[in-house]
C-alpha cells in the first residue's frame, strides 16, 4: 500500500512558555521552554498533485503556536486546580500552593495537564480544524512533534475520514 505524507518542521514553528505539571503527589515548580512544533499530514493527493499546500500548512501552524508564544499555560481540565478568576487575574491553587497571574499572560489549554504529550494532542486538534475548514477532506492522518527541549519530544498521531 502506497502513501503521502507532507511534512513541515520550521525554526518560526515555536513557541516559549511557561508551565507546571501536576501529579497526584506533587507540583513542579513553575518552568518553561522554547517548544518547537512539527506535523505531517498524509493522503491521497489532490486535484493539483499535493496532499496538502506547504504555504497553507505553515502559516496555519505559525498562526496555532504563536497563540501560546509567551504565554504562561494552564490545564483547564487539571482536577488537581482551582482555577478563579479575580478581576484581571486568574489564581491558581494546588494543595497549599498558590499563584496570581494576569490574565492576558495566560493561555486555558483543555487537557489534564500541559505535558509535551497532551500538547502535541491539542495542537493536532486545533490543526485537525483548521485544515477541515481550509477543506482538506482527502486527508487520512496527521501527527504533531511537540519537542520541549533538544532531543526531548512527544508525538500524537490520529487516523482521519
Known sequence: ???F???VSKDYLVFAAGHFITTSGQ???LHGHNYRASVVVEGDVDENHYVFDFV???NIMREIVGELDH???LPEHNPLLELSEEGGSVSVRY???KYLFPREDLVFVPVPNTTAEMLARYLAGRLKDALSAEG???LTGIAVEVEESFGQSALYRESLG
Open 27 to 29: 507540583c513542579e515548580s
Open 95 to 97: 494543595r497549599d500552593r
Open 5 to 7: 505524507e507532507v511534512r
Open 1 to 3: 500500500m502506497s502513501r
Open 136 to 138: 482538506a477532506t482527502h
Open 56 to 58: 497553507t500548512l505553515k
Open 71 to 73: 504565554k504562561m499555560l
